[in-house]
């Protein structure tokens, strides 16, 4: 019995990506050790990725948190540069999430391209703002967002897109390599240590230090990614714990039961802070200035 053609072609096709992967970009890891891609400038066609996409004919969601100042101070440069640069060509609908649905500024939006906003109340403590997205985010993917979306990726509203990010990142499940700590020894990685917490990581356990700033996947995906640490969370908040770095803390004991599918590097969501870097050639996702007097109440 032969093998089909068509599959044959597929695997040379598969190999050649991974080929592609390593020649590309021989100074950086572009492979996990569980076999997942980390996309670095030079080792993906978007061509290629865009036309897949769009046989799919995905929608594509991307949710964003903007309640008190962080409102007025981010969430209008960052739709405005992500219908520049995210998944441009593609179905996109944001999600805002807000206690102030009138204040969401009107922004025209490119074919195929919608905003809906949902309204949230306002914790008292910034870092149950912060820890409330996962809970709420759960929610929304058991409703409209989960229905109409198939992809989606959750994000900070701090930072602005500057380079295209399309549906190179798309995979069934996407963590966001940190860019103060991807070359970062695993032994100094921030990870909760706190044995009793549901974020902690026993030394030696971890792979990567992931951003909470950005992660996605498959709308099913997300959705348990989600549940986990919401509940994570609830479990630790009525021990008294609270992980060291809120959500960021679960989602990194979350990667690390659950690896990733795909792993962006640390281009998709830089720091200018950190200063000229050889290998980050191209940022695509930048943090805003913090201007912590300004938002920490
Ligand atoms: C957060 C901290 C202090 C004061 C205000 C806020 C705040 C956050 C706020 O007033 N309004 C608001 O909408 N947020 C949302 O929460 C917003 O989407 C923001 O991007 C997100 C996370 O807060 P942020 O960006 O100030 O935290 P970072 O940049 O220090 O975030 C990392 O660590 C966090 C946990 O401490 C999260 O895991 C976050 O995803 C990480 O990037
Ligand atoms: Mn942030």
Same mark, same amino acid.
């Given at each position: 019995?032969?093998?089909?053609?068509?599959? #044959?072609?597929?695997? /040379?096709?598969?190999?050649?990506?991974?080929?592609?992967?390593?020649?590309?970009?021989?100074? *950086?890891?572009?492979?996990?050790?569980?076999?997942?891609?980390?996309? !670095? &400038?030079?080792?993906?066609?978007?061509?290629?990725?865009?036309?897949?996409?769009?046989?799919?004919?995905?929608?594509?969601?991307?949710? *964003?948190?903007?309640?008190?100042?962080?409102?007025?101070?981010? +969430?209008?440069?960052?739709?405005?540069?992500?219908?520049?640069?995210?998944?441009?060509?593609?179905? *996109?609908?944001?999600?805002?999430?807000?206690?102030?649905?009138?204040?969401?500024?009107?922004?025209?939006?490119?074919?195929?391209?919608?905003?809906?906003?949902?309204?949230?109340?306002?914790? =008292?403590?910034?870092?149950?703002? $912060?820890?409330?997205?996962? =809970?709420?985010?759960?929610?929304?993917?058991?409703?409209? /967002?989960?229905?109409? %979306?198939?992809?989606?990726?959750?994000?900070?509203?701090?930072?602005?897109?500057?380079?295209?990010?399309?549906?190179?990142?798309?995979? &069934?499940?996407?963590?966001?390599?940190?860019? @103060?700590?991807?070359? @970062?020894?695993?032994?100094?990685?921030?990870?909760?240590?706190?044995?009793?917490?549901?974020?902690?990581? %026993? $030394?030696?356990?971890? &792979?990567?230090?992931?951003?909470?700033?950005?992660?996605?996947?498959?709308?099913?995906?997300?959705?348990?990614?989600?549940?986990?640490?919401? #509940?994570?969370?609830?479990?630790?908040?009525?021990?008294?714990?609270?992980?060291? @770095?809120?959500?960021?803390?679960?989602?990194?004991?979350?990667? @690390?039961?659950?690896?990733?599918?795909?792993?962006?590097?640390?281009?998709?969501?830089?720091?200018?802070?950190?200063?000229?870097?050889?290998?980050?050639?191209?940022?695509? /996702?930048? !943090?805003?200035?913090?201007?912590?007097? +300004? *938002?920490? &109440?």
């Amino acid at each position: 019995m032969g093998t089909c053609p068509l599959s #044959r072609m597929s695997l /040379l096709r598969d190999n050649f990506s991974g080929l592609l992967r390593l020649w590309a970009r021989p100074e *950086v890891l572009t492979c996990t050790p569980w076999g997942a891609p980390i996309i !670095w &400038d030079g080792t993906f066609d978007p061509d290629t990725a865009q036309q897949e996409a769009i046989q799919q004919n995905l929608t594509i969601g991307l949710t *964003v948190f903007a309640v008190g100042r962080y409102l007025e101070k981010y +969430l209008a440069r960052f739709l405005e540069t992500a219908e520049r640069h995210f998944m441009v060509g593609q179905r *996109v609908v944001y999600y805002v999430f807000t206690e102030r649905p009138a204040a969401v500024p009107r922004l025209p939006l490119g074919p195929g391209r919608q905003l809906r906003v949902e309204r949230v109340s306002r914790e =008292r403590r910034w870092q149950d703002v $912060s820890m409330e997205r996962m =809970r709420t985010l759960h929610a929304a993917l058991g409703g409209r /967002l989960g229905r109409e %979306a198939d992809f989606v990726f959750c994000m900070d509203v701090d930072q602005y897109f500057s380079g295209a990010f399309g549906p190179e990142a798309l995979a &069934d499940s996407v963590a966001q390599l940190h860019a @103060w700590h991807y070359h @970062w020894p695993l032994p100094m990685l921030p990870y909760e240590r706190d044995a009793r917490s549901a974020a902690a990581l %026993a $030394s030696g356990e971890g &792979d990567f230090y992931y951003h909470g700033a950005l992660f996605g996947g498959t709308v099913e995906a997300v959705r348990g990614l989600t549940a986990h640490c919401a #509940r994570a969370q609830e479990q630790d908040r009525v021990r008294g714990l609270e992980a060291r @770095w809120h959500d960021e803390s679960h989602l990194n004991k979350y990667f @690390w039961l659950h690896k990733p599918a795909k792993v962006l590097s640390p281009e998709f969501c830089w720091s200018l802070e950190i200063g000229r870097r050889a290998e980050i050639r191209h940022p695509r /996702l930048l !943090w805003a200035p913090k201007e912590y007097d +300004l *938002v920490r &109440d």
